[in-house]
């Protein structure tokens, strides 16, 4: 198997090479500060015309409703549907409000259930690109555009649930404090910050060797985990899973127990033994701390090693963009230091 290079992360020629990847990673926080700056006006408009009545429902529409979903089922004081396929649900009227997350803009089925909610006569804001397909089928007595211009997801759902938030529809969500968590974790993993106390190098190294399993306790950690399993996935070509408790603590009982004796550079990438990593979003909820506990005590008892991503984010939404850049440049670490080439 590809052996993993801790000395190249702190190697200034293979951080060079890294480079674009690395900036557009440490940009986050200015992407969000771009999106609430395009959408300020348009947005100040909709929770004027929004204020005046609550509705029935929220409808988050499209394929990238998946983000408001999990920020939302929690918290939202009237009835939340995601609906992430084409069209809307067929009870949708004029008392609901449909939300649509469009970054790109470019996404056929996000354009027909737009057009369908103008023509029901829902309450409808779209977070799109004005000139984009979706934007074009926006114009309507009851819609609202917020123009983005970054086609960043996790910058587009900060200026929706900005918007939900005057409404008393979400979570606190400051796109300000959004965009300093983003920027402290890229202080705090940037490339040329040395490994000993980099956050995302440390957790490259440590997970370099193994097939990961990751979890997080709250909704919100555990969407994270599931997207950092992805960029995981695809820096290393190995199996790497994200689930509940449930699902992982079978595998944490499975893992052999540690030889001693073993060559580590003689086995081969079907023989890892997994590695867990915990995505803490400090929630208070005992029940996420008992399951925590469980894993780490299961993951002793097998040898298996326990690697935790923290933030002191403040807000929900913060916080879940903290765990997520820093578990995303964790990733492109481990891309460098196996591969040796992007």
């Known amino acids: ?10 190697d200034e020629d293979a951080l060079r090479a890294a480079e674009p990847i690395l900036r557009n990673l440490a940009e986050a926080g200015a992407r969000v500060r771009t999106e609430s700056v395009s959408a300020a006006e348009p947005l100040l408009a909709a929770v004027e015309r929004l204020s005046e009545s609550r509705p029935r429902a929220v409808v988050a529409a499209g394929p990238d409703s998946r983000l408001l979903r999990a920020v939302l ?25 449909v939300v649509v997350l469009a970054p790109d803009g470019a996404d056929p089925s996000t354009a027909v259930g737009v057009a369908e909610a103008v023509r029901r006569g829902c309450q409808l804001v779209v977070a799109t690109p004005a000139e ?6 926006v114009p309507g007595r009851y819609s609202t555009l917020l123009p983005t211009v970054t086609g960043d997801q996790l910058a587009t759902a900060t200026v929706m649930l900005d918007l939900l938030d005057r409404l008393a529809l979400g979570p606190d969500t400051d796109p300000d404090v959004v965009a300093a968590a983003l920027d402290e974790v890229a202080v705090a993993c940037g490339p040329y910050r040395d490994l000993a106390v980099n956050p995302a190098k440390l957790l490259a190294s440590g997970i370099a060797g193994t097939s990961p399993v990751l979890w997080g306790g709250t909704v919100l950690a555990a969407r994270a985990a599931r997207r950092v399993a992805e960029s995981l996935r695809r820096a290393t070509g190995r199996a790497v899973l994200a689930a509940d408790a449930e699902h992982l603590l079978p595998v944490l009982a499975a893992a052999p127990q540690t030889d001693v004796f073993a060559d580590p550079f003689a086995d081969d990438d079907g023989d890892l033994r997994p ?22 005590e299961q993951a002793d008892v097998n040898g298996v090693r326990v690697e935790t991503v923290t933030t002191e984010a403040d807000g929900e939404v913060a916080r879940y963009a903290a765990l997520l850049a820093t578990g995303t440049f964790a990733a492109r670490y481990l891309e460098i230091g196996l591969s040796g080439a992007l």
């Not at 198997?1 to 702190?10: H, K, S, T, Y």
């Not at 984009?132 to 089928?137: C, E, T």
């Not at 979003?281 to 894993?295: H, I, K, M, N």
């Open 275 to 296: 590695s867990l990593v915990m995505l803490d979003d400090g929630s208070p909820d005992p029940v996420v701390a008992e399951t925590a506990a469980r894993l780490r």
């Open 132 to 137: 984009s397909l979706v934007g074009r089928h």
């Open 73 to 97: 089922e929690p918290t939202c004081p009237v009835p939340f549907v995601a609906w992430p396929g084409a069209g809307l649900p067929g009870w949708a009227g004029a008392l609901d409000l």
């Open 1 to 10: 198997m590809a052996q993993f290079d801790d000395g190249r992360l702190d």
